[in-house]
């Protein structure tokens, strides 16, 4: 009997333990949709329903299978409101095959490599003292503050962004929702 009550209690401890190890890697929502840390980039930004533009630009750049692959990438991605800051036409222009060079210019621009969290980002940011600068896929460099306890990046031209949904994990990397798009030079 003792056994038998040792052992349930044991099941009942391990049971606990995985369900709270499996809440900790749950994925915010994106734009109200789940995100799942077992799929790649893609396949969650495709589920994302505030990433309809990001995602087309990802297609007509030619983007998919590299966002597919093993990385481990940091994506920085704009939403759709994001890309509709951008002067009218932008986007439409962008998607052209004719300017499929500068589109992947400007997407790998938001692609870190490595897996970073907002933890990993603020303690660069501590430990550059107040500052930490980062090199893209793309070979610019985007440079990452706080701003009243929220992450702010920065472009090459001097035009910025925040991040609104952080830590999204993927099995290929991470994704942090950023509220404008950035420019390289």
Same mark, same amino acid.
């Given at each position: ?43 969650? #930004?495709?589920?994302?329903?505030? @990433?309809? $533009?990001?995602? /087309?630009?990802?297609?007509? &750049? %030619?983007?998919?299978?590299?966002? !597919? ?53 603020? #303690?660069?940011?501590?430990?550059? @003292?107040? $500052?930490?600068? /980062?090199?893209?896929?793309? &070979? %610019?460099?985007?440079?990452?503050? !706080? ?39």
């Amino acid at each position: 009997m003792k056994k038998s009550l040792l052992t349930i209690v044991a099941a009942a401890t391990l049971a606990v333990t995985s369900l709270a190890a499996s809440a900790q890697m749950k994925d915010p929502t994106v734009g109200g949709a789940a995100m799942f840390p077992t799929k790649n980039i893609v396949e969650n #930004a495709v589920n994302s329903p505030i @990433h309809k $533009t990001l995602v /087309a630009a990802v297609k007509a &750049g %030619g983007l998919v299978d590299t966002l !597919e692959g093993p990385g481990p990438f940091t994506v920085f991605a704009p939403t759709d409101d994001a890309f509709a800051k951008l002067p009218a036409g932008t986007v439409d222009t962008l998607v052209k095959p004719e300017n499929k060079d500068t589109l992947v210019k400007i997407l790998t621009y938001h692609v870190v490599p490595g897996k970073i969290t907002s933890k990993d980002l603020k #303690a660069s940011i501590k430990k550059g @003292h107040g $500052t930490y600068t /980062a090199k893209t896929v793309e &070979g %610019g460099s985007l440079t990452f503050t !706080e701003d009243m306890g929220k992450i702010k990046i920065t472009d090459e031209k001097g035009g910025s962004a925040y991040i609104t949904t952080a830590d999204v994990y993927q099995s290929n990397g991470m994704i942090h929702v950023i509220d404008t798009v950035l420019m390289p030079n």
